[in-house]
Each structure stands twice: as C-alpha cells, then as structure tokens.
C-alpha cells in the first residue's frame, strides 16, 4: 500500500489541550489533505498543504509536512468538544492523477 | 454557493437488485471522484472522471460496478446485481482540477439486505 498509517488510532484529551495526529506516508507526493468527519458521514476539508509547503495555519489547526521523513502532522490547539470527530489524511501521489489515497483516520474524543 | 449533493441518502435493496447513486458536483468542477467507506475505515477510492470521461477507473472492484458523466457534470455510479458486500457509505467529491482541494458530498448510505 502506498498509504502509510496515522497514529494514534484514537486520542482522548480534555477541553483546552492541543491534539496532535500524525500521517505517514510512502511515495512521492503532490499534496497532502486532512479532512473532519463526524457520525461516519460527509468529510470536511480542512487544510490541502503542497509538497513545497512545510506549514500551514486554518484557525486553530496547523499542518506540518516533512517529506524527507514523508510524513505530516496536524496538531488542534485549545480543542473543543466540538472537535470530537475522525480525523482522515489523505495523499495525492504524482503518479496517480489527483485520487485521495486515505488512512484510516484517528478518533478524536474532546471531554468537557 | 452549492456544495457537492448526493442522492438519495440512504437506498435499501435487496441481494441481486439493481441501484443507481447519483452526485451533482460543484458547478464548474472538472474532477469528479467516487469513493467508498465501510465501517470504521477511511474512504476508498473508485474512479475519477475529467469532464466526461473516466480517467482512472483503477477503484472499481468489478464489472457490476459502473459509472457515467455523460454531460461533465452530474455522475451516477451504477451497481449491477448487488451483493451484501456492497452495503457502505459511497462519497462523491469534485473538484476545480486534479491538483486541488477535493470537496465531499454528504454520501449514500447502502444497505444490501
């Protein structure tokens, strides 16, 4: 598989901590998108970041991508219950035109 | 505007039926894609469509499965003789070119009894 894993699976924190999920990856990349999706339904974009990129901010998330280490990292800071959601990387390779090869996503759980 | 709508939302059949998903994509969105998730998975891809035709296919997991643009915009993903197996959440996302930010319908949900 050129899709890595993300870890941790699953990440309990309480409100105001900062959550950090990582995404590992195999092949060369075009770009890296990290999506939210809550009850197993519709994903939201959250931030595409480019193989030129090393950083990027939306808010209070911010993604990393290091592609020596072909890997990225998406760290919410001050986290919400609203936040409780899976968390999904998705790479887009050079050879593979722009599909979304996934991971399988970590769980977010935000207590109050 | 409109984001990516999907119908219906949910479509229960029977082993052996016939059914038809249907995505209306962003206006203006060239790239269209199909994915599949199952439970407690992340979405697999299917295929992807430039304008009308089918530009990578490599996703469908067999020849009951079938997909049309026939007009560079609306798709419908068709599955021939469905099996229980086929029971999961089928997403479509457009976007502008194959570069960019794909954006996702709400989804199908299948059930196969």
């Known amino acids: 598989s050129q899709q890595g894993e993300e870890d941790p699976q699953a990440l309990s924190i309480q409100e105001g901590e900062n959550a950090t999920m990582n995404c590992s990856y195999k092949t060369s990349i075009n770009n890296l998108q990290w999506y939210r999706q809550n009850s197993g339904r519709g994903l939201v974009h959250l931030i595409l970041?480019?193989?030129?990129?090393r950083e990027k901010h939306s808010g209070r998330l911010r993604v990393t991508l290091d592609t020596s280490k072909k890997s990225s990292s998406l760290l919410i800071t001050a986290s919400r219950a609203a936040d409780t959601a899976s968390y999904f990387c998705a790479t887009v390779f050079y050879n593979q035109g722009g599909k979304l090869i996934f991971g399988q996503g970590t769980e977010l759980s935000v207590k109050p | 505007g409109a984001g990516v709508s999907q119908t219906p939302s949910n479509k229960v059949t029977e082993k052996g039926k016939y059914v038809e998903l249907r995505c209306d994509p962003i206006?203006?969105?060239?790239?269209l894609y199909w994915y599949r998730q199952s439970l407690g998975q992340g979405p697999e891809f299917l295929i992807y469509?430039?304008?009308?035709?089918?530009?990578?296919d490599s996703g469908l997991p067999n020849d009951r499965f079938f997909a049309v643009r026939p007009e560079g915009s609306v798709s419908t993903l068709k599955i021939q003789r469905t099996e229980r197996g086929d029971s999961a959440v089928y997403l479509c996302?457009?976007?502008?070119?194959?570069?960019?930010?794909?954006?996702f319908g709400p989804g199908t949900r299948l059930t196969v009894l």
């Open positions: 206006s203006g969105h060239t790239a």
């Open positions: 469509f430039q304008g009308t035709g089918a530009a990578d």
């Open positions: 996302a457009s976007s502008s070119t194959q570069w960019d930010t794909q954006y």
């Open positions: 970041i480019r193989s030129n990129e």
